[in-house]
């Protein structure tokens, strides 16, 4: 079989992903993430997260959509540019970090894998769960995840180690939002008492409160959308930026994490998302959602208004469109 001149040139570009494995049909992903914005652009459902007074002064109409290729390939439209928190979306990338530090047995034994079924602030989930945390995405495990971080530092130098971990992910750094800090360390006697009660179960690795604050700091982060495009291309390129070309996590440990996203990315709503959709995801309050297709690209959506279970109404609708426009559902085998 003959291969054009085009081809060839495409081959030494490196965006072989812009053809379907079904031959050399193009994609065009320009339209397609195109079509997805315009489809839900007045799209109204949802509200924003209320109990957070920062996030509800957010401009419930912002909405923009990123696509990011393995090949390093951007793909962008709407707003993509503004810095929201990015929330819950950064206990996937302290997942990361935690696992390559102690290794997944750890992160098994330690915090868990497993779907609660209930909300991810939820109290009652930790004692029928054996009186321990479920899983790193959800806050109970995410506060303990990042306890191992803190206590295998040191409090001296955990946040500069993690503010770096966290900025090769993003391929840049990236700052708190110091007016949500503020607003989330105010509000969050919650997870102060979750934390307490870990503790007390034997399941937290370092001070409780402190733990709690260095979590509530890590939501705090201010990302934009291609940020987390890029964050998520990562884990869709087998651990390595497709952006910087530097390898973050092992290869092996991918899996790992993508399961987790795929049994609780989006709370008590994962298993009818992972149904209908199929991409291993995770939202957060602020906004965003990210979704991984391993082996070829990542999509990352913000829009503020959410549903009930925390996870945004027009990012759901966006991913789900592009996810079934490119045949993307991880169990199609494709």
Not at 122 to 142: D, F, H, R, T, W
Not at 164 to 186: P, W
Request: hydrophobic share 40%.
């Amino acid at each position: 079989m003959k291969i054009t001149i085009a081809l060839i040139m495409l081959l030494t570009l490196g965006v072989t992903d812009a053809y379907s494995q079904k031959g050399a049909k193009a994609v065009d992903y320009n339209a397609i993430i195109n079509e997805a914005f315009n489809l839900y652009k007045n799209e109204k459902g949802g509200k924003n997260a209320d109990y957070i007074p920062y996030l509800d002064k957010v401009d419930s109409d912002m909405y923009g959509i990123v696509l990011v290729t393995t090949a390093g390939q951007v793909y962008q439209v709407g707003e993509t540019k503004f810095e929201f928190g990015i929330e819950s979306i950064e206990k996937v990338f302290t997942l990361c970090m935690a696992m390559e530090i102690v290794g997944d047995s750890v992160i098994l034994q330690k915090i868990g894998a497993d779907q609660t079924g209930l909300p991810f602030n939820s109290v009652p989930a930790i004692e029928m769960n054996g009186q321990k945390p479920s899983n790193p995405l959800v806050n109970a495990g995410a506060m303990a995840t990042s306890s191992l971080l803190t206590s295998h530092f040191g409090h001296a130098d955990a946040w500069e180690k993690v503010n770096a971990y966290f900025a090769r992910f993003a391929g840049r750094n990236l700052t708190v939002l110091d007016e949500l800090y503020k607003s989330e360390a105010a509000t969050n006697q919650h997870n102060q008492a979750i934390a307490m009660l870990l503790k007390s179960y034997g399941y937290m690795y370092d001070d409780p409160i402190y733990a709690c604050d260095f979590y509530t700091k890590q939501c705090s982060y201010g990302v934009n959308t291609r940020d987390l495009g890029i964050m998520a291309g990562t884990l869709a390129n087998g651990g390595v930026n497709p952006i910087t070309k530097e390898r973050l996590i092992r290869e092996k440990y991918v899996p790992k994490v993508l399961a987790i996203m795929g049994t609780t990315g989006l709370y008590e709503t994962t298993g009818d998302w992972m149904f209908k959709v199929g991409l291993p995801s995770k939202s957060g309050v602020g906004g965003g959602i990210i979704s991984v297709v391993p082996g070829r690209f990542a999509i990352a959506v913000f829009s503020p208004p959410l549903d009930k279970a925390g996870n945004s109404v027009r990012a759901q609708e966006a991913i789900k469109y592009i996810s079934d426009k490119l045949e993307a559902n991880v169990y199609l085998g494709k």
